[in-house]
């Protein structure tokens, strides 16, 4: 365990066990550690220095806080948060299932698997947004299965990175967002609203319908100018099976433009339905 934060470890070595790294990320470090108080695995998410430094402490244990309240079937909860060691982090629940961007690793999916896991975000997202929490990564990696259901992670950092200048974390090297699914006025540095997260979904529902994002390129610039040059594809011209009503939803969950986008996650589950 010597790579696995010695003063996090040591602060937290009454309530926490850490077993290993599980994998790094542009805003946290995730480590699988055993919840000693109620025996279970669970992924504690140590967040980047730069970007706690942006957040500062009373900022993140404050809104972190709202985003404990997000109770809902198809949202990862949030179990714990704090400081310790000198270090922001949050605890999740360790999902044993597979992740969507698992899935992913076999190609496209079938066409009502892929609608019932956009459907599924969609709920998470829609409750999400009704209490002004903005995911702000949604991508395979953050969508979690469980008994054949979508559970949404990392709703953990949203809210407090919703509060954080742009300005403010570009400067300290950090990337929100994941290029191949990152709506272009979240690109550009603009403020977002949860239509931006519609954009990052569709792109996934994207994904899962034909096999890869509906931009690529060999480096996130390429990716990222594309969105602004180039219209994706039509998914029923890549694929037969899909119906004209899936279709227009997905085009129009890819909007260049926020405001052409469905206005809410719950109207863009009903055009899927």
Do not use: W
């Not at 974390?169 to 006025?185: D, H, K, N, R, V």
């Amino acid at each position: 365990m010597t790579n696995l934060h010695p003063l996090l470890q040591h602060a937290l070595s009454d309530r926490y066990a850490f077993i290993r790294e599980l994998g790094e990320g542009g805003m946290a470090t995730v480590y699988l550690a055993h919840d000693r108080k109620h025996d279970r695995d669970v992924a504690i998410k140590v967040l980047r220095e730069a970007l706690a430094a942006s957040l500062g402490r009373e900022r993140f244990l404050r809104e972190i806080q709202l985003v404990a309240k997000l109770a809902h079937p198809h949202i990862l909860p949030l179990f714990d948060s704090g400081e310790a060691g000198g270090a922001l982090y949050y605890v999740m629940p360790n999902a044993e299932g597979a992740s969507l961007r698992d899935l992913l690793s076999a190609g496209r999916m079938p066409v009502e698997q892929a609608v019932r896991i956009a459907t599924d975000v969609a709920s998470a997202l829609d409750f999400a947004h009704r209490h002004n929490v903005v995911h702000r990564d949604i991508k395979p990696e953050n969508i979690m299965m469980h008994d054949g259901h979508a559970m949404v992670a990392d709703f953990g950092i949203g809210k407090a990175l919703s509060v954080s200048t742009e300005h403010t974390l570009t400067q300290g090297g950090l990337s929100i967002g994941t290029p191949a699914y990152m709506s272009p006025e979240q690109a550009v540095g603009e403020n977002v609203d949860g239509r931006s997260d519609l954009y990052s979904l569709g792109c996934v529902l994207y994904e899962m319908l034909v096999g890869e994002p509906p931009f690529t390129g060999q480096n996130a610039q390429a990716v990222l100018a594309k969105r602004f040059v180039q219209i994706p594809a039509d998914v029923t011209a890549l694929r037969e099976g899909i119906s004209r009503p899936i279709a227009h939803a997905v085009r129009k969950a890819l909007a260049r433009n926020a405001e052409d986008r469905h206005d809410t996650a719950a109207r863009f589950a009903a055009a899927l339905a």
